[in-house]
């Protein structure tokens, strides 16, 4: 808002700026006519008001906040821990001396889970092993450990490479594909270890055909732990 001046306010005005009165009277008609000019201008906007001052403190705010949600975003990601599976391998009593099994691969299935390779099935160990399960009656042997996600786990397949007995007979493996598939369901947890133990029947799963040779139609058992739990023999 602007106030208004008449003559006489602005003549005393002249007087009081401008002393002695021996002015010019063009020189106090100008300043008099700035002082009009001076008085109906509009008065400065405030700091606050200007876009040139509060927009680019406003886009700094800005930057800074979409900065933090983005940080904060990235840090609370939940982290998922695995669990872990042990799988061993024993042998029940019989009378075969020897009975030399190699495995070049064992696989397990997880339970509603068609994402993995081959429909579910995940590979666990993938190295070729030899175990004599004649050699493990009444102990056991590790075949292998290997990291998986928890879960609820329902197979196991062993990829058989040969058999032989008693150190010169190689068994005709009558297996699909050479593959061994033992059911037996499980559960993984996180940091926890769980221990699978496949427990053969060394004499009930070769069937002699005569002329030196057999049959290893395998009969095997598993024995699951509970997780966090250690191994146990069989009885």
Known sequence: MTEEYNDSDLEKMLKDIYKPETASPQ????????????????????????????????AAVALGLIAYF?????????????????????DAPGEVQTLDVTVSEIQVHRA??????????????????????IALRDVQELLGEEELDPGHYTQVRLIVDNVTVNDEIEAEIKLPSGELKV????????????ALTLDFDAE?????????KAVFQPVVKPIIGEPCQE?????
């Open 27 to 58: 020189f106090k008609e100008r300043l008099r006519r700035q002082l009009v000019e001076a008085a109906s201008r509009p008065a400065p906007r405030p700091l606050w008001f200007r876009p040139m001052v509060w927009a680019p403190v406003a």
């Open 70 to 90: 983005a940080v904060a975003s990235l840090t609370s990601t939940h982290t998922v821990r695995s669990g872990s599976l042990a799988v061993w391998v024993t």
């Open 112 to 133: 509603g889970d068609d994402s993995a390779s081959d429909d579910g099935w995940i590979t666990v160990i993938s190295q070729p092993v030899t175990f004599d399960l």
């Open 183 to 194: 059911v037996g369901q499980f559960e993984i947890k996180a940091d926890c270890t769980t």
């Open 204 to 212: 009930a799963s070769l069937q002699y055909t005569g002329e030196g």
């Open 231 to 235: 191994a146990t023999t069989p009885d």
